[in-house]
């Protein structure tokens, strides 16, 4: 967030240096990144009226300009064409210096002295983004009434000190700069000063005769503001409020634009303005989008939408998506006569959500995902039309709008001082507290030692006493609070290996994208006919309840297979496209029946997979990544058949010689027993206590090797039968310890390739630690490879 000293100073009187505000507010728990002064090293520059322009008698393409700068008239030349008499302009007298430390002399122009330079706006420091096309291909014309002979950067404020603060996500209050002054306010105890708004509302309509507004889904809309301004004047807002947004990074579009992100800097509360000519039905609907629904945004690009995304239609078709983007049908332009102004509060992690399934961030959903004071609302779209009306921008119709169905709850919390002072390890008066408290506005009521807090309604990450403790503590100052060891003994915590691994590989599993989900560990046997298990298998030897419930729960679990193809289908008849879960449960096993001791329990690890993208190789992508964060070596994936899954898309999983699971794809079968025929469901079932036991804690480091690797491509015809997970065993125990990694990068069948065969190409790279390899000694290598491949796989070296 980059804030702007000189906006701040619209809301407190403040007289800091900007290093020293950076510093306090780091202190209250703002971090201050850096600290920029613009415009400082800019001096001597004026303003000066044109007084007479002639064309150079030397040069075609350059004009002698004659310059009042009330002290004296200076000939300028100049090849701008933009220019004209009586035009008010920026001059740099000799000696002056510009932005980037370019400093002014007389020049001699082709016999013609110059003596200074009118500038354009970038020569001053100034971003011509927001400036007409005539002024960004020449000189900077400033306004009429702009006095001539007077220092520019004491007519305007080009002079600025901005601080970027790095805040935390819980700050969504702190996103603007009345947020990040409300703070310094509190810090230096300054009173604050708010925008006082009066409106003359002359335009021609009421706004209830222009636009109509619903909220059909409540629950991710909670309000929704209009407002409607007649007689729209598009052009460039005026330099100071370009030079506020260019401070604070944003750039210069139009006028109405500009207000609008002026308003969001300022208060914090994104808007939106549409077209209002462009509204199909003179309706605004806030829906979640239908499946399939298209929108084509400001950038140009079509972004088709789901059930989940909250947009703004009309009553055709989606004119924004909500919170992120606007429309290109509803877009402001040029020939905009009238404007529909939305100030609205949605639901963050929708915002979120959609913004990250779109590739989409904005300035508003940055704000928005961080959940917003429904209350600023109003403020905000008051604020946005007082600066319309003052800039002579447009008429604002009679009325508003306020759609508010749901008005939030204040929290009320008890000032318990003596809990607070044991948190903090303070002795802090409860007045004092209050005081601290009532800085930050919250409102401090009660009588008799007994008081209440309800903090303001943009300070929505206030939940408990622990966070009165925080916002007491940084604003009593966290030097003040004396240092103390603990007084009671303290042992140190420990979990147990278990409970790591199981730690590492949930957390492992939802950053790629799974679930959790959680079965009954009793379930009906009629499942295990669903999964094909065949007669005799240790899987058939369940456990059955005493006094079951029902027959849907009357033995124990001997797989976690069953559940997990439940859940997966109860997720596809709900219309979900992709699904990844997992599980991690407990199953059941005895030796004989009748039960005579207690069974043997077997934690289980289980995923479940199914999308238009999912395939055996990505659900054998998943293991390989959780096997190498367990840093779990020496793994085979051997062809197999397994009652459950198809017979050509399954593989058994191998720790050397122990069995370590199973992958695959259900078998057709199965997905005709659970009613889903035609969808391709791919899982795979660990032994979670065999990842324990064989998981490496322990991180080892090597060093960078010194000498380079050399490397060797050889590309092997083999049966089709051969799995190359052999010909890699092989070759890696042939080559021996100077064989550093082995890959394969292509596997081809076709032409010049013999039916039944198959090329497979691998990338081998050797490398000693204690010496540069010699061609000789890996040629030597590579013909024992070649051999051995030969001789076990009959596999022939492919020449082309």
Known sequence: MLFSINWAKDFINISDEAEAIAKNLTMVGFNAASVEHLGREIKGIVIGQVLEIKKHPNAQNLRVVSVDIKEKILTIITAAQNVKEKDKVVVAVEGAVLAGGKEIVKKDFMG?????????????????????????????????????????????????????????????????????????????????QYPSIKLKEEGKEEINKKIQVS??????????????????????????????????????????????????????????????????????????????????????KQRELNEEMLVIADKERPVAIAGIMGGEDSEIKENTK?????????????????????????????????????????????????????????????????????????????????KINRLLGTNISLDKMAEILKKLNFEVGGENGELYVIPPSY??????????????????????????????????????????????????????????????????PRKLDMIRVPEGHPHRKVISIINPLSEEMSVLRTTLLPGIIDVVKFNINQKAEEVKIYEIGKTYHTESLPLKELPEEKTRLILGMFGSNIDFYEIKKVIETLLAALRIRQVKFKRAGYYALHPGRCAEIYLNDYLLGVAGEIHPDVAENYELEGKRIYVAELDFDLLVEKSDEVIRYTPLPKFPPADRDLAFVLDENIEVADVIELIKETAGPLLENIEIFDIYRGEKIPEGKKSVAFSLLFRSYERTLRDEEINEIQDKIIKAVEEKFSGKLRES
């Open 112 to 192: 013609v002295i110059s003596e200074g330079m009118i500038c354009s706006a970038e020569e001053i420091g100034l971003d011509d983004h927001g400036l007409p096309q005539e002024m960004r291909e020449g000189l900077l014309i400033l306004p009429a009434d702009a006095p001539v002979g007077d220092d520019f950067k004491a007519y305007f404020p080009l002079e600025d000190s901005v601080i970027e603060f790095e805040l935390t996500p819980n700050r969504a209050d702190c996103f603007s700069i009345l947020g990040l002054t409300r703070e310094i306010a509190a810090f230096y105890d300054y009173k604050l």
């Open 215 to 300: 909220i059909k889904d409540t629950d991710l809309c909670f309000r929704y503001i209009a407002r409607v301004i007649e007689d729209i004047k598009i052009g460039p807002s005026p330099l100071w409020m370009q030079r506020r947004l260019q401070a604070c990074g944003v750039r210069p579009i139009n006028n109405i634009v500009d207000v609008t992100n002026y308003v969001m800097l300022e208060l914090g509360q994104p808007l939106h303005a549409f077209d209002y000519d462009k509204i199909k039905g003179k309706e605004i609907i806030v829906r979640r989008a239908s499946k399939g629904e298209t929108i084509t945004t400001l950038d140009g």
């Open 459 to 524: 300070r929505r990450d206030i939940t408990c006493i622990a966070d009165l403790a925080e916002e007491i503590a940084r604003i009593y100052g966290y030097d003040n609070i004396p240092s103390s060891l603990p007084s009671e003994i303290s042992t140190v915590g420990k979990t147990k290996k278990v409970h790591r691994i199981k730690s590492r590989v949930e957390e492992l599993l939802i950053n790629n994208g799974f679930s959790e989900v959680y079965n009954y560990s009793i379930i009906n």
């Open 338 to 418: 009238t404007v529909l102004l939305e100030s609205a509060v949605f639901y963050g992690p929708n915002i979120r959500r959609t913004g990250r399934a779109l590739g989409l961030r904005t300035e508003a959903s940055l704000r928005f995902e961080k959940g917003l004071d429904p209350e600023i609302a109003m403020l905000a779209c008051e604020r946005a039309c007082q600066l319309i009306e003052e800039l002579g921008i447009g008429k604002i119709s009679k009325g508003y709008i306020d759609v508010y169905p749901v008005i939030q709850e204040k929290v009320r919390l008890k000032l318990d001082h003596k």
